[in-house]
Structure formats: C-alpha cells, structure tokens
C-alpha cells in the first residue's frame, strides 16, 4: 500500500510538471500575447491540476498510512519477540545484562531497528520517480537529460559518502544510549545502598562522564548533519538553475518549446524534496544497523530452561515435600574462556510437608542460590532438586508455578492498586482471597487505613509505602496464589520483629484458617525469633551444609552458628526503633518523603 501510494504519487509529479508546462506555454503565454483568454481553455487547466493535486493526495495518504502500519507493526512484533525472549532465557543470563541494557534493547533498539521502514516507501517510489524523470529528460531534449544526469549521480553519491561517515557516529550514540539507561538504572535499583554507603557524589559523576559521552557523540552526528543537509538540499537547486540556463540557450535554438522548458525547470523543483527521502534511508540505515545488531543479540541469545511434560496431582493441596539430593552450582563466567565461581557444593536437606525450616549462614554462604533453585530461577550443575518427589526440570511451567512461591529479599511493587499487585489478573483470586493473604501477611490493618483501601495507587515500585510494607505487602502476593511450597528469602527484613514473629506464627496455623492451605515453608533467615520458630534449621558454610537440628542444639553444638546468631541479634537490636519507626509510620502520598531528626 505505501510503495503503490508513493509510486502514484512519484508519477503525479512527472505528470504535473508537464501539466505545468502545457498550462504555461498554452494558457499563459498565448493569454499574455493576446491579451485575453478563454474560459474553456482555462477551466480545462484548472480541472487537470486539481485533478492531479486529488491524485497526489490520495498517493501521499497511502504512502503515510502504509509506512506508518507497517514501521509501528514491526516495532510492536519485535518488541513481543524480544519480551518473550527475555522470559525465555534463564535467570543466569540476566545477571549478565544489566536492566537499563535489556529496556534499551526492547525499547530504543528496537525503534532504531526499524526506523528506516517509514521513509523507506517513499524512497522506492523516488526511484521510480527519477526513472521516469530521465526518461521524460530525454525525450524532452538531450542537452536537459545530460544535465540530470550530472545531478542525480552526484546526489546519490553524496549520499553515500554521507552514511559512511554517519555510522560510526550513530552506531556509537546508539551504543552510548543503552550504557546510559544501564548506569541509570543501577542507581535507582541501589539507592538505598548508594545513600548508605554516602556514594552520591560518585554516581552522580559517572552518571554525568557517561550522559557526556552521549551528548558529544549526539553533537558528532548533528554536525554531520549540518554540514551534509544544505549540500543535499543545494545539488537539486542547482539544477534547476543550469536547467534554466542550458534550456534558455536551447530555447533560443529553437530546439524547445517554452512548454518544454518549463516541465523541465518545474520537474527539477519539485524533485528536490522527494530525493532527499533516499538520503533519510541512507542516513538512517548506520542507526539502524546497530539497533538491529543490538536487538539480534538478544533473540540469538542462548541457555533456555526447557520445562517438562509432569504435572502434580491437583488434587493434592496439601503442603509440598522439597528435597536437595547432592547439589552443586556453579555461576557463569562473565567471560566465555574463564572458569565459573562454585558457589554450592554437595547440598542435600529436606523441607518435610507442612514443616518449617530455617536457612540460616553467612552473608555469601549460597542461600539465596538454594532459594533460587528451590523455585527453579536456576538450574543445579548436578545433582536433584525434587518437589514431591518428582525433579523440578520434568514439571511443567504451570504445575511449578502453582506449587511453589519465592518471596525475594527486596520487594518489588509494581505502579498500581494494593488489589492488582496482589491479585495480578490470576483467575480465581477475589476479595476475600486477596484480605485473607493481607491478613495472614499482618497487612490487613494498614491496607485498611489507606485513602482507597485495595483500590489505593501504591506509586512506581510502591513508593508511598515503607519497607516493611512493601514487604508484607509482596509476601501477600505470593500466598494469595496458595503455594504448597513457600519460598521466603530474608523476605521479613524491614519488617519489625515482633511483626515478623506474628507473620511466620500465622503461617504455620493457617491451616486452621478457611480457604487458605497450609505450606512447607523454606525460610532464609537471620533473627534469633524467627530461627526458634522454625522446626529445623539448616546451617551452611561457603556452599556446603555444615549442621543441621533445632535452634537450640545448633547454638549448643555449633560455635560457628552461636556466633552468627549473635551477632544478627546484636545488629538487629540497633537498627529496631529504626525499623518499627518506619514500619509503622502512616503511608505518604506517591514521590515524598519526610527526614526526621532523631
């Protein structure tokens, strides 16, 4: 439809340079020499130009709406492909790729990829147009035809020397613009270690050496521009001036006609626009190529995680049994050529159905690693990871999902209402479902006091609400989904701890409450009253399981784990008035926040 549209509208301008002409040479100039003209004559030149005016209209809305569909369709397709590919990929890969990255990927990208595809129509409808406007050159006069020869072949070679020159510079803005977005937004995921470790200075500079970098490398590329665009804009002027010339000394030849001249001088006028529709292709294509570099490397991206064809028995709603059998895992290198960090060695435990069992260890020990594996984010490099018995890797995606649930350490919230960000449109999840999970997840009393209760805005990744909100508020999420196997990863953190005791006691009674099942809990914790509450815990060290038992036998058995506990407690005991402070504090409308002096 676009390149039809552009075509008709290419050949309108070859037909109205000659209607031009014709109305000149046997309308005007007879009309001047007599000094009259005829009102047929007249209405007939008016009826042609109107009619190849409604043409050329017709060819340009064509042309517009055909490119446009068709450059907005691609982008929508591609950004989908490269959406499912991200959720694709394991979560190994992710690591490797830094978020600003991987939104600059299916965002600027992908528009840059395609960008081309608008002008593109209007480009091949100008081929077309130039075809026939060297035809029509010849058939005028020779002496006209050589001079668009000269033209047009050192347009299109300016052109050329044009996007040689552009793209390095557009491969390299297009490059800096992802590096951009990524440093962005590292700083917005780690704020609150950026403000605890007082490094504001120094991400605000390396934020603002990289924006730098973008801007002059954006300056490269519009001062090409300037020093390339008036030439393409001049090279068809120019023509039409030596058209004027060589058709004025023909003219007096008499080897044209005044008609003919001035289709000529017309036709050259009116081909100065169109042509420079080439030069957008051609100055586009370098930005377009390292879009489409970039976006290629995404979709080729390599590492699935296959799910199997097994299913667990729905029937059974009864808590899940999770068993480690020897694990070992090994992170990837983040180069090909060099060997990957063992994080877990020789892991093996079990988390029995409807028991409670602590992870407790060193920061660095492979608990979150266990948690992961727990709800198959990764895959162990050997060894099992069994739910009832059968491998995580032969379940289907479905049955996993519906199984299990990891609340991760730092919550994410996302810009919606309280109800959305619990429910997430899972069929089968309603109102009452939804208060059950706040209620289990002690958030019941502040969602209550919001203005709109579940129908409150929590702000971009709930920035109206505290930490241990958020928190609460995430844990809800995952239970209103009624796993059999809850995943907790230092979940509880910001939450106070008398709070926190509240929420894991309400998880091992809520088989007593209506509706909601009770879970096999898989807890990574750190507060001596969580610990004790657990019915095992499971002590590791750099990777390996090292003791396992209740609370009270680890810390009368294990110095390791006595000193750990300790000094969890001692920390937490600081940072307590702090956290309830902020637990409790009322929810601020979205984007404020209120420093006190303590």
Do not use: C
């Amino acid at each position: 439809m676009a390149v039809v549209g552009s075509v008709l509208f290419g050949s309108m301008v070859i037909v109205s340079a000659y209607v031009v002409g014709g109305v000149v040479g046997d309308v005007v100039v007879p009309a001047i020499a007599r000094g009259e003209v005829a009102t047929g004559t007249l209405a007939l030149a008016a009826i042609a130009l109107f009619g190849i005016s409604v043409l050329r209209v017709v060819g340009i809305f064509g042309r517009r709406l055909g490119a446009g569909y068709m450059q907005y369709r691609l982008q929508a397709a591609y950004r989908r492909r490269v959406t499912r590919r991200y959720l694709e990929l394991p979560l190994s890969w992710h690591h490797r790729n830094a978020t600003g990255t991987l939104l600059s990927n299916a965002n600027s990208d992908v528009e840059a990829a395609w960008y081309p595809i608008a002008p593109l129509p209007f480009a091949v409808g100008t081929v077309v147009m130039l075809v026939g406007a060297i035809v029509s050159l010849f058939a005028t006069d020779w002496a006209l035809a050589l001079v668009g020869l000269a033209v047009f072949p050192a347009l299109f070679a300016l052109n050329v020397v044009y996007s040689r020159r552009m793209a390095p510079r557009q491969a390299r803005a297009q490059r800096l613009r992802a590096e951009v977005s990524g440093i962005a937004h590292e700083s917005f995921d780690g704020a609150l270690v950026v403000k605890t470790m007082g490094r504001e200075a120094q991400e605000t500079a390396r934020f603002a050496g990289r924006a730098g970098e973008l801007r002059d490398a954006l300056i490269a590329v519009g001062r090409l521009r300037g020093v390339f665009d008036p030439l393409l804009e001049t090279l068809p002027s120019l023509g039409t001036l030596a058209v004027l010339v060589v058709g004025a000394f023909r003219l007096r030849q008499g080897a044209i006609s005044v008609t003919e001249l001035v289709s000529v001088a017309f036709l050259f006028t009116v081909l100065a626009f169109p042509v420079r529709a080439i030069g957008w292709v051609l100055a586009e294509l370098p930005r377009s190529v390292a879009g489409w570099d970039r976006v290629r490397r995404v979709l080729d991206a390599t590492g699935e995680m296959p799910y199997g064809r097994r299913v667990l028995d729905p029937a059974t709603r009864g808590p899940a049994t999770l068993t480690f059998t020897d694990v070992h895992f090994s992170y990837p290198p983040a180069e090909a050529h060099q060997p990957g960090a063992q994080v877990l060695g020789e892991v093996g435990f079990t988390v029995p159905a409807g028991r409670t069992v602590a992870l407790v260890g060193p920061t660095g020990a492979g608990k979150s690693t266990i948690a992961s594996l727990a709800v198959r984010l990764v895959d162990p490099d050997a060894g099992t990871v069994e739910l009832d018995g059968v491998d995580v890797r032969e379940l289907t995606a479905a049955s996993l999902a519906g199984t299990v649930a990891l609340v991760a350490q730092v919550p994410f919230v996302f810009d919606d209402t309280v109800r959305a960000n619990i429910a997430l449109d899972r069929s089968g999840i309603d109102d009452e479902d939804v208060w059950a999970a706040l209620r289990l997840a002690e958030a019941d009393g502040f969602v209550a006091a919001l203005p709109d209760g579940l129908d409150t805005m929590v702000g971009e990744r709930g920035t109206s609400l505290s930490g241990g909100q958020r928190q609460r508020l995430t844990l809800a999420r995952a239970l209103a989904g009624r796993p059999r196997l809850l995943v907790l990863d230092d979940a509880t953190s910001a939450v106070d701890p008398r709070v926190e005791a509240a929420i894991l006691a309400g998880l091992r009674a809520s088989a007593g409450e209506p509706g909601v099942p009770a879970a096999s809990i898989l807890v990574v914790a750190y507060r001596r009253a969580t610990i004790a509450l657990a019915d095992e815990v499971i002590y590791v060290e750099q990777g390996r399981v090292i003791a396992r038992g209740t609370h009270s036998e680890l810390l009368a058995t294990v110095p390791g784990y006595a000193d750990l506990v300790t000094a969890y407690e001692q920390a937490d005991v600081d940072r307590t008035q702090e956290q309830s402070y902020e637990d409790e504090v009322a929810p601020l409308p979205s984007g404020l926040e209120i420093e006190v002096d303590r």
